[in-house]
């Protein structure tokens, strides 16, 4: 009698550089190496493994990321749309070309040839037990932004299912690694015949034993490195999968792994030479503060105003950690006090939605707002910097009645007329100051970050100058 095989799988998803986690998978995933056949194991990641608001990331062009990736051992990888979105395409060719970990994506091709770059495929059949078990990529088609970047980002579905049909023949199990988010997750179950499993990432969900919709199983490993998936794929005499099991396993308690660690604080003297450059020298502080104007962000805020050319600029004071000291400043310096890989961009707004922006960025349940992911590594939200506008507010009327005067070039607003509005593209995906997604004819400036068009403005005295000259004046004030 034939018995049945089992395939152990080890998954990760969103790490976003939490580098001393990745220890942790990395120790962890050695012991099961140690005890479990090679023929009879698979290692893979669902994208975000990489996260450029951490040092060692941006100071070593991601290099870090690789040989994280490449010392683990994965047998497959997904590019997120933090590895997509973060870098152009010339910077993943100059970060992947040659990596020994196969990237894999269906959905991703780029504009130029309408092939995939030469580290990533579609899809991956690997080998394991006598298995043939075919991996597929899918990432979240943010086609507005990559289409920037010269990507073409396909529909997720249609590609998956022309990939599964292609495959389905010559495999013996069909498992997507997905970078859409649960929702869609349960989507692809429910629709898309030939499907086994499902491994899920992007909405950093958490799924303590896989989650079964129809045939289908969906696993995910939550966010940050907490988690490490652990599962084992059970195949019966027929060569189908009959069986999967286990679940996410807790990291908190896991040994981190001291050749890694080792890795990692190589690689952070590497980024910490490499960012300690002198980019500003500054005659005197920036201050911060999140509840009410102050220079640092009405800097950025005139800076972006100044690069899109709009008639007024919005900026959440939260997109600073903190404010700059006189004297030199380093690009460590920036980059710690910036992280967020957050884009400028420009819209079309009218003058009530504005209106409407500034009084919730008068009170304190939007200044105090807490933000998780959109790109934003801030703490708060934090009041709104202005440039090209000025504004008069009675802070002791009642909340949405509290702007007395609003001014664009010397002219009262109009609620009635369209502006052109200098802002962030986080509030286009309705996050935060809900009136700035409701925008049209926007334009999003890629690749640059807001730390790249803050970094130019410090070298500008007369951008600096003008930061210190209020936009708002509040009547509680002497």
Request: hydrophobic share 40%; proline share 5%; net charge negative.
């Amino acid at each position: 009698m034939i018995k049945n095989v089992t395939v152990t799988l080890l998954h990760t998803n969103d790490l976003h550089s939490h580098l001393e986690e990745t220890s942790k998978i990395a120790g962890y995933i050695d012991g099961v190496r140690e005890r479990t056949e090679p023929n009879e194991l698979i290692v893979v990641d669902c994208g975000d493994f990489l996260d450029r608001a951490r040092m060692e990331t941006e100071g070593t062009m991601a290099a870090v990321n690789r040989e994280l990736m490449e010392r683990i051992g994965y047998d497959a990888a997904l590019p997120g749309n933090n590895e997509g979105l973060s870098y152009t395409p010339d910077e993943l060719d100059r970060i992947f070309t040659g990596t020994t970990v196969p990237f894999v994506c269906a959905n991703m091709a780029l504009s130029a040839t309408g092939r995939p770059p030469s580290w990533m495929i579609p899809s991956l059949v690997l080998e394991r037990a006598g298995m043939r078990i075919g991996l597929i990529g899918l990432t979240v088609p943010y086609a507005e932004y990559y289409d920037l970047l010269g990507w073409e980002a396909g529909e997720p579905i249609a590609a998956l299912e022309a990939e599964v049909a292609r495959l389905k023949p010559q495999t013996d199990a069909i498992v997507v690694l997905s970078h859409l988010g649960l929702r869609s997750d349960e989507r692809i179950a429910a629709t898309v015949p030939g499907v086994d499993l499902i491994l899920g990432g992007h909405t950093h969900h958490l799924l303590e034993v896989p989650l079964l919709v129809g045939d289908t199983a969906i696993c995910a490993a939550g966010k940050f490195g907490a988690y490490v998936g652990h599962l084992q794929l059970e195949f019966g005499a027929d060569r189908r999968l009959v069986k999967v099991s286990g679940g996410s396993r807790p990291t908190e308690d896991m040994a981190a792994s001291e050749d890694i660690d080792a890795l990692i604080a190589a690689h952070r003297e590497q980024a910490k030479l490499k960012m300690g450059r002198k980019i500003a020298r500054l005659s005197e502080p920036l201050s911060l503060r999140y509840d009410r104007e102050s220079p640092l962000p009405t800097l950025l805020s005139a800076a972006i105003r100044t690069m899109t050319g709009a008639e007024l600029a919005l900026v959440n004071a939260g997109q600073l950690l903190e404010g700059l000291a006189a004297g030199g400043v380093t690009e460590e310096r920036i980059h710690g006090i910036c992280p967020s890989p957050i884009n400028p961009c420009s819209v079309r707004l009218n003058g009530e939605l504005i209106l409407r922006s500034l009084e919730e960025s008068l009170l304190p349940e939007f200044q105090n707002l807490e933000i998780r992911g959109f790109g934003f590594r801030g703490r708060v939200l934090g009041t709104l910097c202005l440039d090209g506008i000025e504004v008069s507010a009675d802070l002791a009327r009642p909340p949405y009645h509290r702007i007395v005067e609003a001014r664009v070039g010397g002219t009262a607003l109009d609620k009635h007329r369209e502006y052109t509005v200098a802002t962030l593209d986080m509030f286009t995906f309705g996050v935060g100051y809900i009136g700035l997604k409701e925008g049209r004819d926007i334009r999003y400036y890629l690749p640059e970050f807001i730390r790249d068009v803050l970094v130019r403005s410090l070298n500008d005295s007369l951008l600096i100058a003008r930061s210190k000259e209020p936009r708002w004046r509040y009547f509680d004030e002497p």
